[in-house]
């Protein structure tokens, strides 16, 4: 009924900023491949509210590109337009349609937000510690500490993520969560990982200097590798407190180059490029400087300026200041 000669020219746009705007959808990667069962809810939801809005983008710019077109004032005419009142099945439509689609899109959101915090009564609890400039992760009741957060994969991880200092964010792209990391509370995340594989932990707030290289790596093993590691971390750590040297394996012997690359890499290599060895960090390149062990020691212990004090202790302490003199 509305057959007119806006038609042709209206459908002419309209598959011209359509296909564009499909090209734009389709061909750049928007999200990494999903590698948690929330990740896989979270993109189906953003597709569908990415392809509503693009049918919606489609409609309105094809609109409004022909309407500045053709309805554009000739040179030199300085009068108003003609006086329009209303149009009332229009403005009926208008409101209609984002209204039902607003009610679709918050109950899908609801369903998606409750699935993705249903609580698994066999969730493994990690603590996660945010600091200028570095995340480290910590198993309730094992006492293990570590700069790289290892999970098993299938079962549930409950996240409590808290902050030492200012806030920070909490961000693995390919599990499709994040959540602030606020000094004071403790905020809860859950991650339910599906696909084994190391995917980056970034943190998302802008939170100082060295917020940009403040990262680092999440692994996701099969549950008997996790139980592996879980057993050898705490051996790891009852060698190192009780110091019985005679049961200490060469890896994690006091002492260890090759042991204090591996922590220098989680903990130190996020300020201190190239693994020390280069400048261009928050921290100074630390190759060719003139250290001392005890100065060294010191510096990790107290920290100093813009970094922090404590990130390591015992074993690790002796084995990452032997790897810091080895690269002097
Ligand atoms: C948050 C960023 C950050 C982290 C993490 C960090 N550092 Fe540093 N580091 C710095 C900064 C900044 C300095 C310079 C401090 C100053 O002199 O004000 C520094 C200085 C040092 C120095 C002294 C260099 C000199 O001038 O002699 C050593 C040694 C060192 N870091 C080792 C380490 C080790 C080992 C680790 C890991 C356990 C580590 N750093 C983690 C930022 C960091
Ligand atoms: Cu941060």
């Known amino acids: 009924m509305y057959k007119s000669k806006h038609t042709l020219p209206l459908v002419i746009i309209g598959v011209i900023v359509a296909a564009l705007t499909a090209a734009q959808a389709l061909l750049i990667d928007w999200l990494p491949p999903a590698a948690s069962e929330q990740a896989g809810r979270t993109s189906t939801l953003l597709t569908f509210l990415f392809w509503s809005s693009a049918v919606f983008f489609v409609l309105i710019t094809t609109v409004i590109i022909y309407s500045v077109w053709k309805f554009r004032a000739p040179k030199g005419d300085m009068s108003d337009g003609p006086p329009i009142h209303g149009n009332t099945k229009l403005e009926i439509v208008w409101t209609a349609v984002p209204s039902v689609l607003l009610v679709v899109v918050a109950i899908y959101g609801y369903i998606v937000l409750e699935r993705n915090e249903a609580v698994a009564a066999d969730a493994l609890k990690v603590d996660v510690y945010a600091q200028q400039f570095a995340w480290s992760y910590g198993y309730p009741g094992t006492g293990i500490q570590t700069g790289v957060l290892v999970v098993p994969q299938g079962r549930q991880v409950e996240l409590h993520v808290r902050a030492r200092d200012v806030i920070h964010n909490f961000w693995v792209p390919e599990f499709g969560i994040k959540g602030d990391a606020v000094p004071g509370i403790d905020h809860v995340l859950w991650i339910n990982p599906t696909t084994l ?132």
């Open 197 to 328: 594989g190391t995917y980056p932990v970034v943190c998302s707030e802008l939170c100082g200097v060295g917020h940009s290289v403040m990262r680092s790596k999440v692994e996701v093993v099969t549950p008997a590798a996790f139980q592996t590691w879980l057993t050898k971390s705490k051996a790891g750590i009852a060698q190192g407190t009780t110091q019985s040297g005679a049961a200490a394996t060469a890896a994690n012997a006091p002492g260890n180059v090759a042991a204090g690359k591996t922590v220098f890499e989680a903990k130190c290599g996020g300020c201190h490029a190239g693994l020390g060895t280069e400048a261009g960090g928050v921290g100074p390149q630390l190759k060719g400087l003139p250290h001392t062990l005890a100065g060294v020691t010191m510096q990790i212990t107290n920290g100093k300026g813009l970094m922090p004090g404590g990130l390591v202790s015992g074993t690790d302490m002796d084995n990452v200041a032997a790897y810091v003199m080895s690269i002097n």
